[in-house]
Nanobody, 124 residues
């Protein structure tokens, strides 16, 4: 049974930082493309950051480029998202997701498995 469990969310003031983690189990983690998505109330789920299986290639949405860093530890089956210079518009539920093969990696329908999410709230 595949499980993705996010942690690290919380409330922070604008300009602050958070680190999200996603612990994966039940899958060959090192073979999967991993991503972070977010969804704010009343909005569609959007791709934030992608990291390919080896960890050598990453991709970011324009809205977070230069502020967020995605990384992975394949020995620990864990995905991370370092979020700096947070803005109120970053407020959302953040989800990690795993794709065996992602043709369009920022699109949710490419992903096989999802976590339950962790809430990030940024106050201005």
């Amino acid at each position: 049974q595949v499980q993705l469990v996010e942690s690290g969310g919380g409330s922070v003031q604008a300009g602050g930082s958070l680190i999200l983690s996603c612990a994966a189990s039940g899958l060959k983690y090192s073979s999967y493309t991993m991503s972070w998505f977010r969804q704010a109330p009343g909005k569609e789920r959007e791709g934030v950051a992608v990291i390919y299986p080896s960890g050598g290639r990453t991709y970011y949405a324009d809205s977070v480029k230069g502020r967020f860093t995605i990384s992975r530890d394949n020995a620990k089956n864990t995905l991370y998202l370092q979020m700096n210079s947070l803005k109120s518009e970053d407020t959302a539920m953040y989800f990690c997701a795993a794709a065996a093969f992602a043709i369009q990696p920022l699109r949710p329908n490419n992903y096989n498995y999802w976590g339950q999410g962790t809430q990030v709230t940024v106050s201005s």
